[in-house]
């Protein structure tokens, strides 16, 4: 299984960004899909997933009503839409993938499959 990070960079606050994932060994459709950042000297922080079935999605409070997590099946790529971004969205940003047969986990505990990682900067 490999995820295979695009997008992120360095944008001014309230603009946007969209960070692209794209997944190859994996059965897709089966898969929840996540989110996650890590700020310096912070833990990895779970900001948003979405169920196998895309029934259900879960963002943190920090960035509900600005961030939306997507996937488009066709081409193996799930992806965050980052709206009204502010300074301290700044971070390394990750995608997971793994089997969860029931809704998303939230925590990085849950998830096998990582990608490499990509830097948002968010300042004016």
């Known amino acids: 299984v490999q995820l295979v990070q695009s997008g992120g960079g360095s944008v001014q606050p309230g603009g946007s960004l969209r960070l692209s994932c794209l997944a190859s060994?994996?059965?897709?459709?089966?898969?929840?899909i996540g989110w996650f950042r890590q700020a310096p000297e912070k833990a990895r922080e779970g900001i948003s997933c979405?169920?196998?079935?895309?029934?259900?999605?879960y963002y943190v409070d920090s960035v509900k009503g600005r961030f939306t997590i997507s996937r488009d099946k066709s081409r193996n790529t799930f992806y965050l839409q980052m709206d009204s971004l502010k300074p301290e969205d700044s971070a390394i940003y990750y995608c997971?993938?793994?089997?969860?047969?029931?809704?998303?986990?939230?925590?990085?505990?849950?998830?096998?499959?990582w990608g490499q990682g990509t830097q948002v900067t968010v300042s004016s």
């Open positions: 997971a993938a793994d089997y969860q047969p029931f809704g998303c986990a939230s925590d990085a505990g849950s998830y096998n499959y």
């Open positions: 060994g994996l059965a897709f459709h089966d898969a929840a």
């Open positions: 979405q169920s196998n079935s895309d029934s259900a999605s």
